[in-house]
């Protein structure tokens, strides 16, 4: 009798392992579906923010902040595929380089996403009384993140010492971040760049984009697989994209003249294409 009942109760288990197994496979594959579908969320909206401009696009999170976070999950889980990442070869950037070293900084990250910078440099007991970070973008993710479109920033003309961009030149109108940045800039003030390779037409027609606004580059740094990494310094005091494009511009960032180019923003499309992901 004891025998029997000790069978019945192997074949329960046995039953409960097969049931507990069956349950796990299933709650793997909603997983799996789950991370499909938000991968592709994620997709739709990066290159949303590629394709439109920087008013439409703060207007759209602003009303769906819930896309915003997911966009920057996404993001967060592409970036770690990466050999390196842009934030952390721009933090040792400010560390350790020597313009950067034992002086008063002011930084405005534009496009700040989870606000990485600012978070590590406020941590930084050696630093965070030498650099004040300020971070923005158009929703506020932490408490300390100015939330605005930064193509107008709410800051004073030669405000900041350094600017930065990490990936974050995105929208049609990325020309106008770059003419805010030089705004805020003090004279001899840096703007520090991550951009992702595959973007460019050629690295040297970019370079000739921020040096022909009134800079000069400091260092262009390719050996990671992914990005550049760049670091120019504002030497005048006027942005020289003020006014209509015109083909001698056109010839001294391209090398070549294109009558198809009207105006700044379609010269930057060409310069920095968009991240537009092929249809299955």
């Given amino acids: 009798m004891?025998?029997?009942?000790?069978?019945?109760?192997?074949?329960?288990?046995?039953?409960?392992?097969?049931?507990?197994?069956?349950?796990?496979?299933?709650?793997?594959?909603?997983?799996?579906?789950?991370?499909?579908?938000?991968?592709?969320?994620?997709?739709?909206?990066?290159?949303?923010?590629?394709?439109?401009?920087?008013?439409?696009?703060?207007?759209?999170?602003?009303?769906?902040?819930?896309?915003?976070?997911?966009?920057?999950?996404?993001?967060?889980?592409?970036?770690?595929?990466?050999?390196?990442?842009p934030v952390g070869n721009i933090i040792k950037l400010l560390k350790e380089s020597e313009q950067f070293q034992n002086k008063k900084l002011v930084v405005c990250d534009l496009g700040c996403g989870q606000g990485d910078i600012q978070e590590h440099f406020e941590k930084d007991k050696r630093l965070n009384k030498l650099i004040t970070v300020k971070s923005f973008d158009f929703v506020g993710l932490k408490p300390f993140i100015i939330e605005t479109d930064i193509s107008n920033l709410p800051m004073d003309n030669c405000?900041?010492?350094?600017?930065?961009?990490?990936?974050?030149?995105?929208?049609?109108?990325?020309?106008?971040?770059?003419?805010?940045?030089?705004?805020?800039?003090?004279?001899?003030?840096?703007?520090?760049?991550?951009?992702?390779?595959?973007?460019?037409?050629?690295?040297?027609?970019?370079?000739?984009?921020?040096?022909?606004?009134?800079?000069?580059i400091l260092k262009r740094d390719e050996h990671n697989s992914h990005f550049v990494l760049f670091v120019f310094e504002k030497i005048m005091d006027i942005c020289q994209f003020n006014g209509p494009l015109n083909q001698k511009r056109v010839y001294q960032i391209l090398g070549q003249k294109d009558p198809n180019l009207k105006d700044w923003q379609s010269l930057g499309q060409q310069i920095l294409q968009p991240c537009v992901y092929k249809k299955r």
């Fill in 2 to 85: 004891f025998g029997k009942v000790k069978g019945n109760r192997s074949g329960n288990q046995q039953n409960i392992s097969k049931k507990n197994k069956k349950e796990l496979k299933v709650q793997r594959k909603w997983e799996q579906d789950e991370e499909r579908i938000k991968g592709s969320k994620f997709r739709l909206l990066n290159e949303y923010m590629y394709t439109v401009n920087s008013e439409e696009a703060q207007k759209h999170f602003k009303q769906n902040p819930e896309e915003f976070k997911i966009y920057h999950t996404g993001y967060t889980q592409q970036i770690e595929k990466w050999p390196e990442s």
């Fill in 159 to 216: 405000s900041c010492d350094v600017a930065i961009f990490s990936l974050s030149l995105m929208g049609v109108n990325y020309l106008d971040y770059l003419g805010e940045a030089f705004r805020v800039l003090k004279k001899n003030g840096y703007l520090i760049i991550a951009e992702v390779k595959s973007r460019m037409n050629t690295i040297d027609n970019f370079v000739n984009l921020i040096t022909g606004m009134g800079m000069k």
